[in-house]
T-cell receptor, first 114, second 114 residues
Framework: GAVVSQHPSRVICKSGTSVKIECRSL??????MFWYRQFPKQSLMLMAT?????????EQGVEKDKFLINHASLTLSTLTVTSAHPEDSSFYIC??????????FGPGTRLTVL | GNSVTQMEGPVTLSEEAFLTINCTYT??????LFWYVQYPGEGLQLLLK?????DKGSNKGFEATYRKETTSFHLEKGSVQVSDSAVYFC?????????????FGQGTILTVHP
């Protein structure tokens, strides 16, 4: 089946620093990738839709300048959390959409901001 | 807007017991419905789906029927195994301007004891 990877799987950073998370579709091309945030014991919340070669579409309430998304190729999208603060600590999950309109999910990245 | 409501967990069962996890939805138009499973330490995996009313999705002994009249998509399995222990998410994908976006329920933790 299709595989989506995320890197890093865990990251701990100091408040005020920026963190970049990569999402890669390993064996298929994805024109659309999605970024989600998952709080403990809660559901996935869609943050933004990332389209290759164009600007990301953010969901209401998600700060564009804080969560920078770049989808530079058909197999890579990145999420950069800028000037991270403790309230940004969360589990971030990406998914990549195949040509058959099915979404494949990455294993997630646990971000802890001290 | 679109929303998905799952029965609250956690659900704890003995091996070979019957499983039902309720899921109801609110959506405009005719959404596609999904069940995803998240095993410990892994990303979400598609378990089954149904794209129109009265369709039954099935996989690995799990089944769910798209009931438009009750706006439900309950997950069932006749005999659970310890290996079924995971978090289960009901989700919908609406059409129109929400194309491609998945809306998730809050997730239900299932624990199966030997």
């Amino acid at each position: 089946g299709a595989v989506v990877s995320q890197h890093p799987s865990r990251v701990i950073c100091k408040s005020g620093t920026s963190v970049k998370i990569e999402c890669r579709s390993l064996d298929f091309q994805a024109t659309t990738m999605f970024w989600y945030r998952q709080f403990p014991k809660q559901s996935l919340m869609l943050m933004a839709t990332s389209n290759e070669g164009s600007k990301a579409t953010y969901e209401q309430g998600v700060e564009k300048d804080k969560f920078l998304i770049n989808h530079a190729s058909l197999t890579l999208s990145t999420l950069t959390v800028t000037s991270a603060h403790p309230e940004d600590s969360s589990f971030y999950i990406c998914s990549a959409e195949s040509r058959l309109d099915e979404q494949f999910f990455g294993p997630g990245t646990r971000l802890t901001v001290l | 807007g679109n929303s998905v409501t799952q029965m609250e967990g956690p659900v704890t069962l003995s091996e070979e017991a019957f499983l039902t996890i309720n899921c109801t939805y609110t959506a405009t138009g005719y959404p596609s419905l999904f069940w995803y499973v998240q095993y410990p330490g892994e990303g979400l995996q598609l378990l089954l789906k149904a794209t129109k009313a009265d369709d039954k999705g099935s996989n690995k002994g799990f089944e769910a029927t798209y009931r438009k009249e009750t706006t439900s998509f309950h997950l069932e399995k006749g005999s659970v195994q310890v290996s079924d222990s995971a978090v289960y998410f009901c989700a919908l994908k609406a059409g129109g301007t929400s194309y491609g976006k998945l809306t998730f329920g809050q997730g239900t933790i299932l624990t199966v004891h030997p």
